[in-house]
């Protein structure tokens, strides 16, 4: 490290008193303060299919971290779309499946147990297949 004899200062460079790079930064620095409807507009950019976090962050000088944090508030309903943006999310409605002979039966799960060189390969009701693994447990 050299020594400015100017200002007596300490210098990362290779002669006393040279720079041999100075990078200038352009654009605003320091915090932004960003209104919630800003907050809410970048958090649905990245929501859109298709669209990555990281690119939508560094497209409004963000961190990826602070776009998560906006889309959490978001679904929680701290921060609310703008009406303009509202029209692109509907609200999910999932209908009762109607009850057809074929969902009357129960739905089976295939199960493979095998215990040294035994291999035993059934089919069991998916509701009893909590009892069945609490039972080999106890087994042990």
């Not at 050299?2 to 790079?21: F, Y």
């Not at 800003?38 to 000088?61: D, F, M, Q, Y």
């Amino acid at each position: 490290m050299g020594v400015d004899g100017k200002m007596d200062v300490q210098l990362d460079v290779s002669k006393a008193g040279r720079v041999s790079r100075l990078e200038v930064l352009e654009g605003p620095t320091g915090r932004r303060n960003r209104s919630a409807a800003e907050k809410a507009r970048i958090a649905a950019e990245s929501l859109v299919p298709g669209a990555e976090v990281a690119t939508v962050a560094r497209k409004h000088g963000v961190t990826r971290w602070q776009v998560y944090d906006w889309r959490r508030r978001l679904q929680r309903g701290e921060l609310s779309l703008p009406d303009s943006l509202a029209a692109m999310f509907a609200p999910l409605v999932v209908d009762e499946v109607p009850k057809t002979r074929a969902s009357l039966q129960p739905a089976l799960a295939k199960l493979e147990i095998m215990v040294g060189d035994v291999v035993i390969r059934t089919e069991v009701d998916v509701d009893d297949l909590a009892g069945v693994v609490l039972a080999m447990r106890a087994s042990r």
